[in-house]
């Protein structure tokens, strides 16, 4: 009902001095002088005050000027079980305002202010002015039962001329969301929209999600406790509770232990500028005041609350977890098991034909201090005679020499340990372990008589594992145990500071409520404590027990091959591949700690910690292929400190790349030449077998080789099979370098493990080959690693290709690849490569460990170099 216009002064006081009581009248008349004080003398222009009792669901299409105030009063029911939501909707009619119209909203708790036009600010300054308002009251919680409140809409201008207006208030409806129920809903960055939730009775934790079929707009959804006043703007949502940027789906799992009152608000806010999710930016303002139209910013979104896993199925999944990885040492275990049986039933038929006295020159045995004879058995010399008799048979073949005689004997019987040596090995096993025992390998490597000795050798046209494993095997083991030992001090080293770090990112996510600090899956990212997402940190364990069940294996190993050589078996001393085992130490190392840093990358991952995931899979890669190297060249493989020197400078790369590298052609290119500078020096180094010398002389012996052996006389090149593969990789590694300068992919990291992953698989196909093409075989159990390997390895890159998320876009364009989860509802596809890729992992080093079982029996110079 309209009223005539009066005087400020009795009518108010006399009208609501029975509603309110004396004290809140006073209140409420402090409040007007206040309103009317703001600004420049407003107090005296304002002449006139308007009260309207306003309804519901009713436009008023009304004019305000500097001399008069308009108050509109609403009044609605309120309860303790119901909620009901309240909207107030504004348009301003006129055009080219010199001054906004201010509307201000006093409710029993709250007080909420806004002026239109509303001028967002967006990035550099600029102003996006809006018409057209939409704001949700907030409805504070009451006690009573049932309670009428009043609120009072009050509506001035500092413009002398008359200003137009719409005003509507109508109530909202859905504002309580319902569990499980989608609802459809539009906001704009000047009219943003926001819901309440309440926890169902035994529900610990549900998953908002909010989703919309458009890009753009850039949204906001924000998750804010039940108070006054709410922050449903641009530039105060991030003020409080949890919040994150969207562009076609968002995400935040909330728990019911952060919200006391056991209820919260879903808000949701467009964006004035695209930027924050990716899209493109507008020009920069000519003038510093002059306002940008933002045009139509509407989007249309779906909400929906639904029940998050319960604790049951966090105990599913990592029993899950723990029952996939302990099969795995249940199998070994069972696998050793037969083994070792097959191996005693072996040695005990070998045993009954080996002790006649017409083929038996000397049989000894150690007494132990109990009297008894001690029993150590090799499982690298228990192995089947035939099969090696032939592949060392096709290697003399193919190397023109004539084969070896039949390999000694280590046989266990009852706890007791017999030595057997055979005639023609006695006295050449003596004469070499002697020559054996006085090189050490500082000597060797300055003596200028061994030096010469090195060239004679190294650069013969067939060489034999024996020509390379000719320093003393305790100064070798020595030397590889540094690789141990060093990847174990640079573990602590590094984990220490990334565990603080993470630790502190995980801190800050949950104090500021930042979701855009870490790319989770969002859509499957189940809390645990501090934790936001568990279950990505949970799937990492089968990198640390598989790592672990790696070393216990070479333990075993190692343990039973110094058994060995203790009883100085021939096999031991002078047949297979030099048995060095700190290189695996180093791998299954790398293994664990790759688990524990991928494990503390999921803590928060981003592009600034994507490093931790990374630098031990350059470890893993590197290690893998100097193993493979050492096999046949124990003698020339790098040092530990050489070694993880270049390891270091790999990683330094990566930290640059990811820093400086996105779409900075300069840095593309200095990698690149340095890329190829590289790989020319390392494809030098392997096949003069480390017999050259990088001085001022490089480039004159260079001309005279490419002289003699190009124009001159044309001759091919001495070292066939090395030529070959150096050629491969040479073709691998200049087409990465010309792939990254070209397209220069913004993940940098990724790119270089890309690169290391392709060396590892060349070297390892030519080794197979070159393994097969000598005549040497693959024993079932190295056949079967390699093919349940490889099957595992591509479902793992299968799961890995998934990109659930990136860092390489915004975190609201990240958000667009999120997923559910796909195994127990717990783990989701990035989780299955984790644990597949831990298993290929693991496989791959078992294939490295045996591949090459088959050559125990097989004399050194029989077995030849590649």
Same mark, same amino acid.
């Given at each position: ?59 008023? =299409? ?8 308009? %108050? ?102 859905? /504002? ?8 459809? /809903? ?231 340990? %017999? ?73 602590? /080293? ?45 799937? =990492? ?169 190009? %124009? ?155």
């Amino acid at each position: 009902m309209l009223r005539d216009k009066m005087l400020l002064g009795s009518h108010w006081k006399s009208r609501y001095k029975n509603t309110f009581g004396p004290d809140a009248g006073v209140l409420l008349w402090l409040c007007v002088v206040a309103l009317l004080a703001c600004g420049n003398g407003a107090l005296g222009e304002t002449k006139y005050v308007i009260q309207k009792e306003g309804e519901f669901d009713v436009i008023y =299409n009304d004019t305000v000027t500097s001399e008069n105030l308009t %108050i509109y009063t609403f009044n609605h029911t309120v309860s303790r079980t119901k909620t009901e939501g309240v909207r107030v909707s504004v348009d301003v009619l006129s055009q080219n305002l010199k001054s906004p119209i201010l509307f201000v909203v006093r409710q029993k708790q709250a007080v909420l202010s806004f002026q239109v036009p509303l001028i967002l600010r967006g990035l550099y300054q600029r102003k996006y002015p809006y018409d057209h308002l939409g704001r949700t009251l907030c409805q504070p919680p009451t006690r009573a039962a049932s309670e009428t409140q009043f609120f009072f809409i009050d509506v001035s201008t500092l413009s002398s001329q008359d200003t137009n207006y719409q005003l509507r208030v109508s109530r909202v409806e859905s /504002f309580i969301l319902q569990t499980e129920t989608k609802f459809s /809903f539009t906001a704009s960055p000047s009219q943003p929209q926001y819901f309440k939730y309440v926890f169902p009775e035994g529900v610990d934790t549900v998953i908002v999600k909010v989703s919309s079929d458009m890009n753009f707009p850039c949204s906001v959804m924000s998750i804010q406790d039940i108070q006054c006043p709410v922050y449903d703007l641009d530039n105060n949502v991030a003020f409080i509770g949890m919040y994150q940027t969207m562009t076609k789906k968002g995400a935040i799992t909330v728990q019911r232990k952060d919200f006391p009152s056991n209820s919260f608000y879903v808000v949701v806010v467009v964006k004035t500028e695209d930027e924050a999710c990716g899209g493109p930016l507008r020009f920069y303002p000519l003038r510093p005041d002059e306002l940008i139209d933002a045009g139509n910013r509407s989007k249309t979104l779906d909400v929906v609350v639904s029940l998050a896993i319960k604790s049951e199925v966090y105990v599913m999944g990592m029993l899950l977890c723990l029952g996939i990885f302990l099969s795995f040492y249940l199998v070994t275990l069972l696998v050793a098991c037969v083994a070792n049986k097959r191996a005693r039933r072996r040695e005990l038929f070998e045993n009954i034909d080996d002790t006649s006295p017409a083929e038996t020159d000397k049989v000894t045995a150690s007494p132990n201090e109990y009297g008894s004879l001690d029993s150590t058995v090799s499982s690298e010399a228990v192995t089947e005679s035939a099969p090696s008799l032939d592949s060392a048979a096709s290697a003399d073949h193919y190397m023109g020499r004539e084969p070896f005689k039949r390999r000694p004997i280590v046989t266990q019987l009852h706890h007791t340990t %017999i030595c057997i040596e055979r005639t023609g090995w006695k006295s050449a096993g003596r004469s070499r372990q002697e020559s054996l025992s006085s090189i050490e390998e500082d000597d060797y490597d300055t003596l200028d008589d061994i030096n010469s000795d090195k060239n004679i050798v190294r650069t013969k046209k067939y060489l034999c594992v024996s020509d390379l494993s000719r320093k003393d095997k305790r100064v070798l083991s020595k030397k590889y145990q540094i690789y141990f030992w060093n990847i174990a001090t640079i573990a602590v /080293f590094y984990a220490l500071p990334v565990i603080q770090l993470v630790i502190t990112y995980q801190t800050v996510v949950n104090v500021t409520g930042n979701q855009d600090i870490c790319y989770y899956n969002f859509m499957c990212a189940h809390p645990l404590g501090a934790l936001s997402a568990f279950n990505n940190i949970l799937s =990492n364990l089968g990198y640390v027990m598989l790592g672990l069940l790696f070393l216990l294996i070479v333990l075993k190993r190692d343990i039973v091959h110094n058994r060995a050589l203790a009883c100085n078996e021939v096999n031991a001393l002078e047949c297979g591949i030099p048995k060095h085992f700190g290189l695996f130490y180093a791998m299954g190392t790398a293994l664990m700690m790759e688990g524990l840093l991928s494990a503390c990358y999921h803590v928060c991952p981003n592009y600034t910690n994507f490093q931790f995931d990374t630098s031990f899979m350059y470890m893993i890669a590197g290690l893998c292929m100097l193993k493979l190297y050492q096999k046949r060249h124990p003698d020339i493989n790098a040092s530990a400190y050489t070694a993880y020197a270049c390891l270091a400078a790999v990683i330094f790369f990566s930290v640059l790349g990811v820093v400086f590298g996105r779409g900075n052609t300069v840095f593309w290119i200095v990698f690149s030449v340095i890329h190829i500078l590289a790989t020319l020096l390392l494809s030098t180094q392997l096949y003069y077998m480390g017999r050259w010398r990088l001085d001022s002389g490089i480039v004159r012996r260079m001309v005279y080789v490419v002289y003699t052996d190009c %124009i001159r006389q044309c001759t091919g090149p001495t070292y066939i099979d090395r030529m070959v593969l150096l050629v491969m990789g040479n073709i691998v590694n200049w087409s990465l370098a010309a792939y990254g300068l070209i397209e220069r992919p913004n993940d940098f990291a990724s790119y270089l493990l890309a690169i290391a992953i392709c060396n590892l698989l060349l070297y390892f196909a030519f080794y197979i080959i070159m393994k097969l093409r000598s005549g040497e075989r693959i024993q079932c159990l190295a056949l079967v690693c390699i093919l349940f390997t490889a099957v595992v390895w591509g479902f793992a890159l299968y799961f890995f290709f998934q990109g659930l998320s990136t860092w390489q876009k915004t975190p609201a364009e990240s958000r667009e690849h999120n997923r559910d989860c796909i195994l127990l509802s717990f783990f989701d596809d990035h989780d299955i490569w984790h644990f597949l890729s831990s298993i290929a992992m693991f496989g791959s080093f078992l294939v490295l460990l045996t591949m090459d079982d088959d050559l125990d029996t097989v004399q050194r110079d029989k077995i030849y170099v590649f």
